[in-house]
C-alpha cells in the first residue's frame, strides 16, 4: 500500500513541476496538496483511489463488493465535508498568487501543458487509438487527437460552442451544486446514504443478482422487495430531483445542440463503433428504465 500511495504522490508531484514549474516557480505541490488544510483529504484520496483500482479489478463487481467498500466511502466523504472547502481555499490562493506574480500565468501554463502531453502522452495516445481502431473508444480518440492538435484548437473548440448563455448556465448549476453539497453534508447524508447503500446492497447480493452491472431481472426483483420494508433516505431523494430537474432544463434548452452533436459524431464513426455506440445506448435505456421503474413505484414522503 505505501508503495503504491508514494508512486501516485510521486506522480503527482512530476506533473505539477512540468506544469507549473516555469509559469509559477513559487507553486510548491507540498505546500498546496500534502500540507495544511489539504494534507489529510489529498492523501485519502489518493490512497482510496489506489486501493479501489484493485478492489475492482475483477472480471465481476458484485453487490457484496460494493457493500464491503460503502464505509471506505463513507469516511472519505465525511472528510471532504470537515475539509474540502478550507482545502478549496487554500488552493484557489496558491492559484491567485501564480496570477499576481505572473501576468501570462494562464497562457505559460497552457502551453507547458501542451508541451508535457507532446513529450510524455502523445505517442501512447496515438498508439492506444491505432490498437483500438475499429471501437467505440478508438474512434472517439482518434477523433479528438484530428479535432485538437494544439492548444489553440481547444481554445477555438470552446470559443465556439462555450457560449454566453452556456457559462451563465454552468455558473448557475455550480452555485446549485455548492448548495446541495453543504446541505447534504450539514444533514449527516453521508453516513444516512452509507446505512441504505449497505443495506440494500446485503439484500441484493445472491440469488440470481450477480452482477452488479446489470439490474433488470433479478436485481431489480430483489430491490424492489428490499423496498417493501425500507424507504429511500429523502437526503438522496432530494438529490435525485435536483438530478431531474437539472436534466429537463438541458433537455429544454439544449436538446437540439445535443442531437446536433451527436448525429455529427455518428457521422464520422466507423461501422463498426457506431454499432457499439447503438448498443450501449440501448442497454444504458434498458437499465435505467428499470432503475426508475423501482424508484417511482417507492418514491419516499419527505417534507
Known amino acids: 500500500r505505501e508503495l503504491g ?6 506522480a503527482e508531484y512530476g506533473g505539477a513541476a512540468a506544469i507549473l514549474g516555469r509559469s509559477c516557480p513559487s507553486f510548491d505541490l507540498d505546500t498546496v496538496a500534502f500540507s495544511g488544510e489539504c494534507r489529510a483529504l489529498v492523501k485519502q484520496a489518493t490512497c482510496y483511489g489506489i486501493r479501489a483500482a484493485t478492489r475492482y479489478d475483477v ?7 460494493l ?4 464505509r471506505n ?13 478550507r482545502c478549496f481555499e487554500q488552493v484557489r ?10 501576468e501570462d500565468f494562464v497562457e505559460d501554463t497552457i502551453d507547458a501543458a501542451e508541451r508535457a502531453y507532446r513529450e510524455n502522452f502523445e505517442d501512447r495516445v496515438a498508439e492506444f487509438a491505432r490498437t483500438k481502431k475499429g471501437s467505440l473508444l478508438g474512434d472517439v480518440v482518434t477523433m479528438a487527437m484530428d479535432q485538437f492538435s494544439s492548444a489553440d484548437d481547444i481554445q477555438a473548440f470552446l470559443e465556439e460552442h462555450v457560449t454566453e448563455r452556456v457559462q451563465t448556465d454552468a455558473r448557475t448549476a455550480g452555485e446549485e451544486a455548492a448548495k446541495l453539497a453543504q446541505a447534504w453534508c450539514d444533514n449527516d447524508c453521508n453516513s444516512k446514504a452509507a ?5 440494500i446492497f446485503g439484500h441484493m447480493n445472491g440469488g440470481g443478482c450477480t452482477d452488479a452491472s446489470r439490474f433488470c431481472g433479478e436485481c431489480q426483483s430483489r430491490a424492489t422487495s428490499w423496498f417493501t420494508r425500507h424507504q429511500l433516505p429523502c437526503c438522496i431523494e432530494e438529490v435525485v430531483q435536483k438530478g431531474i430537474e437539472a436534466y429537463e432544463y438541458v433537455v429544454e434548452n439544449y436538446e437540439d445542440a445535443l442531437t446536433g452533436y451527436a448525429e455529427t459524431l ?5 461501422t463498426t463503433g457506431y454499432d457499439e455506440a447503438v448498443a450501449i445506448k440501448d442497454r444504458v435505456v434498458t437499465e435505467f428504465e428499470c432503475v426508475s421503474d423501482v424508484y417511482t413505484e417507492n418514491k419516499p414522503v419527505c417534507a
Open 67 to 70: 457493500e464491503g467498500d460503502v
Open 73 to 85: 466511502i463513507e469516511k472519505l466523504g465525511n472528510l471532504a465535508c470537515d475539509q474540502a472547502e
Open 195 to 199: 446505512r441504505f447503500l449497505e443495506s
Open 5 to 10: 500511495l508514494s508512486s501516485g504522490i510521486n
Open 266 to 270: 455518428g457521422d464520422m464513426l466507423t
Open 93 to 102: 490562493t496558491a492559484m491567485q498568487t501564480c496570477l499576481d506574480n505572473n
Open 59 to 65: 472480471d465481476t463487481v458484485t453487490y457484496e463488493l
